[in-house]
């Protein structure tokens, strides 16, 4: 049974930041734009939920936000009429993208007076997929936003947005967070078991999101598992085997850039090893490091880095729009062949 934070305690490993954004709201120098950058699951959207509850805290000053009144409550249910939380929406295709009609339908909600908040505030999430009339649109508000808004987007990297509408945030780069301290806020805060936490804690990578969700979801390990299962299978077939695995893959777009983030993460892991960094705290998946350390005996450094830096390659061709099933065929060419 989980015991459920509120207000700034339940931001864990982001201490530096809390303390930014609460001073803002403490000293009254709130900005009118931020953008919350960091690796999918890492809180991202946690922090700006709770910063908006900061603004419309009904409690006194310095008990913001408490997580009890009306609007902290209606602001953790996304139920808040004067806070607006926008998702990038799916095509056909699978991808993902913020489309230039939501962003002007959140231009004429932002006009308006709010109805009961002290300011009114629009999240918006992975701002990076916004197609560039939506970017290009949202820039005016930025430059000319409205009275009492506060606009908080969030992506993975200010790069991956144009430069004009990075400049016009303020920036705050989450960083992730250290495994010792996922490993003890999920067995102190969410009573997971001792070993489950120690694996959750290397798997997630420093997404604290992550292993809080994977706590309470065994499909996440599971898949996982699957997944790698999968990179076993790559490793240890034929090049002709490879290319019709390469095919079935990418007939699965809705998974792919997951499965080859997970493999990007063993891929990092069996680099480490070669480099002789045998020590558990830098191995992210632990549970399956005898493999890792045979394969990082078989391979040499070269070989190892090419797979390392393809895989790599392979997940920004895919973002890029390239063609999948090539870039997956060239992948794996790219992968050792087990002697």
């Not at 699951?41 to 603004?55: D, K, S, V």
């Not at 649109?137 to 969030?154: D, H, Q, S």
């Amino acid at each position: 049974m989980s015991v459920v934070a509120s207000g700034w305690e339940q931001i864990v490993g982001h201490e530096w930041a809390v303390q930014l954004l609460s001073n803002a709201v403490n000293q009254d120098r709130v900005g009118h734009a931020y953008l919350i950058t960091g690796p999918a699951n890492i809180g991202r959207t946690t922090l700006a939920r709770t910063f908006a509850q900061a603004l419309n805290c009904t409690a006194d000053l310095e008990d913001r936000p408490c997580g009890e009144c009306r609007s902290c409550r209606l602001i953790a249910a996304d139920r808040h009429p004067d806070i607006r939380v926008l998702e990038p929406e799916t095509t056909d295709r699978g991808t993902r993208s913020i489309k230039i009609e939501q962003i002007r339908n959140l231009q004429q909600d932002l006009n308006l007076s709010a109805y009961e908040a002290r300011y009114k505030v629009a999240i918006l999430r992975d701002f990076e997929t916004a197609v560039p009339s939506a970017a290009n649109a949202f820039l005016k508000t930025l430059e000319e936003p409205p009275a009492n808004v506060v606009l908080l987007l969030t992506a993975t990297d200010a790069d991956r947005l144009l430069p004009t509408i990075a400049s016009r945030c303020h920036t705050i780069n989450l960083r992730p967070v250290a495994p010792t301290l996922i490993e003890e806020t999920l067995m102190t805060t969410h009573r997971v078991e001792d070993n489950k936490a120690r694996l959750l804690a290397h798997v997630a990578d420093g997404r604290i999101g992550w292993a809080i969700t994977a706590a309470e979801n065994n499909d996440l390990l599971t898949g996982r598992n699957d997944q790698l299962d999968l990179l076993d299978k790559a490793l240890a077939t034929s090049r002709v085997g490879r290319f019709a695995l390469a095919e079935t893959l990418a007939k699965k777009p809705d998974h792919l850039l997951a499965t080859l983030r997970i493999w990007l993460s063993w891929w990092r892991d069996v680099t480490l090893l070669t480099c002789g960094r045998l020590e558990d705290e830098y191995v992210s998946n632990i549970d399956r490091q005898q493999d890792l350390y045979a394969y990082s005996q078989q391979w040499t450094t070269q070989q190892v880095l090419r797979g390392l830096n393809r895989t790599d390659r392979a997940i920004w061709q895919i973002e890029h729009n390239a063609n999948t099933r090539l870039v997956l065929e060239n992948m794996m060419l790219a992968y050792p062949l087990n002697k």
